[in-house]
């Protein structure tokens, strides 16, 4: 069965430096998101991406964040300089075009951890 | 604003006691009510999708059903590995496809 992948499953970095979470959508779907959820919280939206472009971003989603889709079948978010307040679980989800909400398959997630 | 909110936030039952959990909501125009799992560690596994007042879906012990404001996950005969978190979340008009997720119901089964 077709899922999400992310790499790496967990990632430890060290406050103002740089991150690139990766991920692999499932081949034929055509909108990408990313999430995260900081421990204990709800998962939160942060970015939506279809044709190579961002179709919708949270408040959280700043000039600190962006997102590329690199090749024809990674995803990746980059956190230009790390804060503590970034630690958390960072899922990709894909979903297919339908024409209506569909299904978003969520991967395992990235848990970054900034010290 | 737009809210997603579940009841009841944890909730322990006996191995084969039926329950039901409940997502509430409060958007402009829902286009989809979905209902995930997830397990500790772990990302959301994809459950059911619900579009429609008065729609029913169902999956071995799970039946999820919407109305108009609020959504039911019903546990038939629950088992310990039920036992996760179950997440709702709603995508609405204006959202394009961002969904908003309630903070879960935490379900612990013992045999």
């Known amino acids: 069965e077709p899922e999400v992948t992310q790499t790496p499953s967990h990632q430890v970095t060290q406050m103002g430096q740089e991150v690139i979470l990766r991920c692999v959508p499932i081949s034929n779907h055509l909108y990408f998101y990313w999430y995260r959820q900081i421990l204990g919280q709800k998962v939160e939206f942060l970015v939506s991406?279809?044709?190579?472009?961002?179709?919708?971003k949270s408040e959280i989603f700043d000039d600190q964040f962006s997102v590329e889709r690199p090749d024809g079948s990674n995803f990746t978010l980059k956190i230009r300089s790390t804060k503590l307040e970034d630690s958390a679980m960072y899922f990709c989800?894909?979903?297919?075009?339908?024409?209506?909400?569909?299904?978003?398959?969520f991967g395992p997630g990235t848990r970054l951890t900034v010290l | 604003e737009d809210q997603v909110t579940q009841s009841p936030e944890a909730l322990r039952l006996q191995e084969g006691e039926s329950s039901s959990l409940n997502c509430s909501y409060t958007v402009s125009g829902l286009r989809g009510l979905f209902w995930y799992r997830q397990d500790p560690g772990k990302g959301p596994e994809f459950l059911f999708t619900l579009y429609s007042a008065g729609e029913e879906k169902e999956k071995e012990r799970l039946k999820a059903t919407l109305t108009k404001k609020e959504s039911f996950l019903h546990i038939t005969a629950p088992k310990p590995e039920d036992s996760a978190t179950y997440l709702c979340?709603?995508?609405?008009?204006?959202?394009?496809?961002?969904?908003?997720f309630g903070a879960g119901t935490r379900l612990a089964v013992h045999p």
């Open positions: 989800a894909s979903s297919a075009w339908t024409g209506s909400p569909n299904e978003q398959f």
């Open positions: 991406f279809y044709n190579n472009e961002i179709s919708e």
């Open positions: 979340a709603v995508s609405f008009s204006g959202g394009y496809n961002k969904l908003i």
